[in-house]
């Protein structure tokens, strides 16, 4: 409509308007008058609600819903924070449910799968952090105490369901099966890799496990995701989209128009914000001054749940139940995971300078992983013995994994020019022989490939 | 063959790749049952169903976010934005999402299937904020593809091969001749190549180059320089990104002079880049500097259009300066 009301800003300043014939076969004068916007204001004077006498009338906004709010005589705000938000709770710390809980499917092969996906996780972001403290790898991201959001929403999905996750879900990623050697060449982005060493460490992605590859920049997954959903409700698929991103990126312009977009389209996908009070070094409180980001599902006409992100039987209870909805339903959900970074944004911060010990001691006690082993001893589903033994193998697996990983290949110099294009253009072409020249000119400079250039 | 403006050529390449391929989706503000604010889409809505050619929210950044998703699906969607002085929202989808998406997942996903529509240019009265051409931008961001159509034969061929392509494509429309520029349009399927320039004049004196909207101010130079008795050789770059070297290089090395016309201004525009490679692949056969023939360094103003655009008049000076140098 810009153009338009370009134009009419014009009419309504001129009131009469002669239009010369050059103007009117080579302008957009000419466009504006042959549509039916511009004659009807014509007709009708100059004023905004006008073009949308335009619009179908099938398409016309739907202002039904506003009838039947009350109607005051004095001037009265809503509060802000007036819609209250409850928190699903089933299991306590102490590995009890809640009485009254509704618990989610979960039998002990679930449970297992899930606790082993949870113990991988807890130790390999503790090697990790350890590797890259000794130069090993460049970077890393741990996701201490938050682990039960993204191994638990994984688990309530099914393998043809696409996550789109932001940065710190790898849980997800371990509970699909990703393997122990697939993590460690892309953390050190050796031809293995299946991102062929191209992104940062933890930027992970894998087609088989329809785990969208991870992109830095922040909240992009967000309406790409509802386009995703979209495309497998229009396909007529088995399937939804889950979408992962956190409390601070929920301030970006694409988690507006991504769930707008999904509200508006009817996109199965679920929305899932781990709410774990900080984006780097920013509190929750200076992100945003709403009731967290559940608030905001009412706005969009979205389904909301606010969840215990620690709490691996809340999480899992609201995936399958959003699942379900958005399945049937062809709509999207938003979980809001209540949880606590424990560990710092990633290995190039230190926490000990924007927050206090006794905050992080309290989160501590609410430790996600500790939870669910206490309810599986609980349902004798789960010894020590066991528990000794996985994570004794586990660290094992890791170490000795890293050190397979880190003596395998960079990837060759051809994959800088490949998956530019589906095809490696012409330009291209010219550019990578001009490199392998100059390689072979400077050989000792470039030590990854030099020695493998034909 | 038909009798089709610009427009109706855009119209028919989406209701043939519509009907061809069921995941193709035709959605953007007002694109629906309206059929866009210059009627691209018209009728599709009808033919195709509300699921598959839709009004999406005004949100330019979710418009690209939710066709990279659809893409990386699987669907074949093709994007409108309404002007391309309204892309810049999307910049970060199309330039940080789509432009790398294969690259940085080493081919695990791509959004190949993805086509993005958009008007641009001046010409038509439309100040700031209506007149822009930002496709030098584009060209700047490795994964992309960009092509400029100039008149309804090419639009067709261009933009079914833009949407066929396996690779994200912005479509840049030249609206001033949506409905200004007529000819004889195929009924039937084509194609025309992508990355390749067109020579649509032979010469021998000097070579001027040009797209989209911008072909018919330097064929109207080349009238003016043909009085002379200059003979121009002309080309249509259509491709932005990746460009047609090749084409370009061949002519200038015939002609030894290049006047390259473009509607955006000068500094860091996309006549820039071509300049720089020319002189490189040329350099011994230049008779005189390659000139730039472009608007000004200044946003695009609304009462002296006439005075800031690159015209034939302009165009016709650098051609006489380039051959008195």
């Known amino acids: ?454 | 063959m038909a009798q089709m403006n610009l427009l109706q050529a855009i119209n028919n390449a989406l209701d043939i790749a519509m009907a061809e391929n069921d995941s193709a989706l035709c959605f953007g503000e007002d694109v629906g049952h309206f059929g866009g604010v210059f009627r691209a889409t018209s009728g599709l809505q009808e033919k195709y169903g509300k699921a598959r050619c839709f009004n999406t929210p005004l949100v330019e950044q979710g418009i690209i976010g939710f066709a990279n998703g659809l893409a990386a699906q699987g669907s074949t969607p093709i994007a409108e934005i309404q002007f391309a002085d309204y892309i810049f929202p999307a910049f970060d989808q199309i330039v940080n999402e789509a432009a790398k998406f294969r690259y940085r997942s080493g081919n695990e996903f791509d959004v190949g299937k993805l086509t993005i529509r958009s008007p641009y240019g001046g010409g038509i009265a439309g100040g700031l904020y209506h007149s822009q051409s930002p496709e030098a931008y584009f060209a700047h961001t490795p994964g992309l593809k960009i092509v400029v159509p100039r008149n309804p034969y090419q639009a067709k061929g261009l933009l079914l091969a833009s949407i066929r392509d396996d690779n994200p494509v912005i479509f840049f429309e030249p609206k001033r001749l949506y409905r200004a520029s007529t000819g004889e349009v195929p009924e039937e399927d084509y194609q025309l190549p992508l990355g390749k320039a067109e020579v649509v004049k032979q010469g021998s004196d000097i070579t001027l180059l040009a797209w989209g909207a911008q072909m018919e101010i330097i064929e109207k130079a080349a009238e003016m320089a043909d009085n002379d008795g200059i003979s121009c050789e002309i080309i249509d770059l259509r491709s932005i990104l990746p460009w047609d070297v090749e084409t370009i290089a061949a002519s200038v090395m015939k002609t030894g002079r290049l006047v390259i016309s473009q509607e955006a201004p000068l500094t860091a525009g996309f006549a820039s880049e071509i300049a720089a490679t020319i002189q490189s692949e040329c350099f011994l056969h230049l008779e005189s500097p390659i000139a730039r023939v472009c608007g000004m360094d200044t946003p695009y103003p609304l009462a002296l259009e006439k005075e800031y655009v690159s015209d034939h008049l302009k165009t016709y000076e650098a051609i006489k300066n380039s051959l008195n140098y």
């Not at chain 1, 789109?164 to 849980?171: C, D, F, L, T, W």
Request: glycine share 8%.
């Open chain 1, 1 to 454: 409509m810009r153009c338009y009301n370009n134009v009419l800003n014009l009419w309504a300043k001129t009131q009469t308007i002669i239009i010369s014939k050059d103007r009117i076969n080579n302008s957009i004068w000419y466009q504006c008058l042959a549509s039916k916007v511009i004659l009807y204001l014509i007709q009708d004077g100059y004023s905004f609600p006008l073009a949308r006498k335009a619009d179908n009338k099938e398409n016309a906004m739907n202002s039904e819903v506003y009838k039947e709010s009350p109607v005051v005589h004095q001037p009265a705000f809503i509060d802000g924070h007036s819609v209250e938000i409850p928190i699903l709770k089933i299991l306590q710390q102490d590995g009890s449910v809640y009485q009254g809980a509704e618990l989610p499917k979960i039998d002990q092969a679930l449970a297992t799968r899930i606790y082993k996906a949870l113990a991988f996780h807890r130790v390999l972001d503790e090697r990790m952090v350890g590797a890259q403290r000794q130069g090993r790898i460049s970077f890393y991201m741990a996701a201490l105490g938050e682990e039960a959001a993204s191994v638990g929403g994984a688990a309530g999905l099914e393998d043809q369901d696409m996550i789109m996750a932001q940065y710190r879900e790898q849980g997800a990623l371990m509970y699909r099966g990703f393997s122990l050697e697939d993590f460690m060449n892309q953390m050190f982005s050796n031809e293995k890799d299946l991102g062929k060493g191209r992104q940062m460490p933890i930027h992970y992605g894998s087609n088989a496990l329809n785990y969208m590859t991870i992109s830095s920049p922040l909240g992009t997954q967000i309406p790409q995701a509802a386009g995703y959903a979209y495309g497998q409700k229009l396909q007529g698929k088995d399937a939804v989209t889950m979408c992962y991103f956190g409390e601070g990126a929920a301030s970006e312009g694409d988690f507006h128009a991504g769930l707008n977009m999904a509200a508006v389209h009817q996109a199965p996908v679920i929305f899932f914000c781990r709410n774990n009070g900080y984006a780097i070094s920013t509190p929750a409180d200076e992100q945003f001054v709403g009731n967290g980001i559940a608030s905001r599902g009412v706005g969009y006409g979205i389904k909301t749940i606010r969840i215990d992100g620690n709490d691996i039987l809340a999480v899992l209870k609201a995936t399958q139940l959003a699942r379900e909805y958005a399945l049937k339903e062809n709509k999207p959900v938003i979980i809001e995971a209540m949880s606590y970074r424990l560990g710092a944004h990633s290995t190039s911060d230190d926490p000990s300078g924007y927050r206090t010990r006794e905050e992080e001691a309290k989160w501590q006690a609410h430790d996600p992983i500790l939870r669910m082993k206490n309810w599986m001893l609980a349902n004798e589903w789960w010894d020590e013995a066991q528990e000794t033994a996985l994570f004794e193998s586990l660290r094992e697996d890791v170490l000795a994994a890293v050190k397979v990983a880190e003596k395998i290949d960079k990837p060759p110099v051809e994959d800088l020019v490949t998956d530019v294009y589906d095809q490696v253009p012409e330009h291209l072409n010219k550019q990578l022989n001009e490199l392998k020249q100059h390689i072979k000119k400077y050989p000792e400079s470039y030590p990854f490939t030099a020695g493998r250039i034909k």
